[in-house]
Antibody, heavy 115, light 110 residues
Framework: QVQLVESGGGLVKPGGSLRLSCAAS????????MSWIRQTPGKGLEWISY??????VTYYADSVKGRFTISRAKDSLYLQMNSLRVEDTAVYYC??????????WGQGTLVTVSS | QSALTQPPSASGSPGQSVTISCTGT?????????VSWYQQHPGKAPKLIIY???KRPSGVPDRFSGSKSGNTASLTVSGLQADDETDYYC??????????FGGGTKLTVL
């Protein structure tokens, strides 16, 4: 079955960096677009980054553009997060994106940005 | 402020039906038949229950159904059960490799 397991979350100070990882199994990773989605109590769900099957097309929400970088390698998805802000505090989900733009989600990893 | 508008809450008695709306614009829900619905229990990841407006993934009971009219999509939960009491989110493709989400609806089974 489809499994997506995120890791790398934690507590970081404003201005700091974190790298999130997502290990994928149970499907042919290279056949799917992948995305990072975050969830906060205040702003709800936010589609923050997307990468195409070959990695040649990426998308970033304005809120993270220039600070976050999405990448993929064999059966893994990554999100490099730099210049973190308090408002980046959220649960970050890795998601497999289907051709119908529906998602299968991992269990999430909590990122807390606080001094 | 979420891009898609959902009512914050909905409720119904066991066995009844309840419908949750999801209102977007002509740039998302109104143009694309790529509306999805997710069920999220506390502390858990969202689970896909409807995709492409009205399709159910394998394993999702047929008590869950979806529809769309104009810029508004709807999720109907029939034969309400206690375990249906949780949060529901809609999403829609919005072009340019982006997806927008609703703010979520908390469903209460009375």
């Amino acid at each position: 079955q489809v499994q997506l397991v995120e890791s790398g979350g934690g507590l970081v100070k404003p201005g700091g960096s974190l790298r999130l990882s997502c290990a994928a199994s149970g499907f042919t990773f290279n056949d799917y677009y992948m995305s990072w989605i975050r969830q906060t109590p205040g702003k709800g769900l936010e589609w923050i980054s997307y990468i195409s099957t070959g990695g040649g097309v990426t998308y970033y929400a304005d809120s993270v553009k220039g600070r976050f970088t999405i990448s993929r390698a064999k059966d893994s998805l990554y999100l490099q997060m730099n210049s973190l802000r308090v408002e980046d505090t959220a649960v970050y989900y890795c998601a497999r994106v289907s051709s119908s733009w529906s998602c299968r989600w991992g269990q999430g990893t909590l990122v807390t940005v606080s001094s | 402020q979420s891009a898609l508008t959902q009512p914050p809450s909905a409720s119904g008695s066991p066995g009844q039906s309840v419908t949750i709306s999801c209102t977007g614009t002509s740039s998302d829900v109104g143009t694309y038949n790529f509306v999805s619905w997710y069920q999220q229990h506390p502390g858990k990841a969202p689970k896909l229950i409807i995709y492409e407006v009205d399709k159910r993934p394998s394993g999702v009971p047929d008590r869950f159904s979806g529809s769309k009219s104009g810029n508004t999509a709807s999720l109907t939960v029939s034969g309400l059960q206690a375990d249906d009491e949780t949060d529901y989110y809609c999403s829609s493709y919005a072009g340019s490799n982006t997806v927008v989400f609703g703010g979520g609806t908390k469903l209460t089974v009375l």
